[in-house]
């Protein structure tokens, strides 16, 4: 029953940053998933995986987690190194790489 808190990635759909400045709090499933013979789809008897607790900070996440005695882990966001480009550098003249038309 151990918690995971961690910061969400940014969607690879699009290029904003919606949605990922806040800390999640999510449980770690304790049971496994089963698939329904009738319809095929999976279910799982572990109610605690559909809740997922937003936070402002990680230290507001960290003490909810400390003051309901869940044990948890902290998984830090890897930080994006932005490699900056210009349009223009797809055609300049020492560009590496050919032209396909």
Do not use: C
Not at 26 to 50: F, K, N, V, Y
Not at 52 to 58: A, I, R, Y
Not at 72 to 101: C, L, M
């Amino acid at each position: 029953m151990t918690a995971r808190i961690y910061q969400p990635a940014k969607t690879a759909m699009q290029s904003g940053k919606g949605r990922t400045k806040t800390w999640v709090l999510e449980h770690e499933p304790t049971a496994a998933r089963e698939i329904d013979p009738l319809m095929g789809w999976t279910s799982s008897s572990d109610t605690r995986q559909q809740v997922k607790l937003h936070f402002e900070s990680k230290e507001d996440a960290i003490a909810y987690a400390e003051r309901n005695g869940m044990p948890y882990t902290v998984q830090e966001p890897k930080k994006r190194s932005i490699i900056k480009k210009s349009y223009a550098d797809n055609f300049k003249y020492g560009r590496i790489g050919s032209w396909t038309h």
